[in-house]
């Protein structure tokens, strides 16, 4: 997951396999809403839900053979549950830490 802009005020994050499949993710905090649009091979498509339905950011954790990790980050609505960005996890944890404390900055400001 790639930090693609960062402001007070908006947050774009990406994440995507290669040119196959890309999915953006933009936390608007003028408008309030979290915008997630999804392109592949077939087309695209657009959701959008509103930014204060999320609560805070976390790194979910799988364990794979010889202790090797994956991550991915996941927007924790107010209600509890998750929403994962992506759908497999990956190794290396560095750049998802910094996707998940910028959209922590992006919520609580």
Not at 30 to 51: A, C, D, H, V, Y
Not at 60 to 69: D, L
């Amino acid at each position: 997951m790639k930090i693609i802009e960062q402001t007070p005020t908006k947050l774009i994050l990406q994440s995507g396999f290669w040119f196959f499949i890309t999915t953006t993710y933009i936390f608007d905090k003028q408008l309030m809403r979290l915008t997630i649009q999804r392109k592949n091979l077939f087309g695209s498509n657009e959701t959008s839900e509103p930014l204060n339905e999320f609560s805070d950011a976390q790194i979910e954790v799988q364990v794979g053979e010889n202790a090797q990790n994956s991550y991915r980050v996941a927007l924790v609505r107010t209600d509890g549950k998750t929403l994962p960005l992506t759908l497999s996890y990956t190794m290396g944890r560095k750049d998802k830490d910094a996707a998940a404390s910028a959209i922590r900055n992006i919520l609580r400001s």
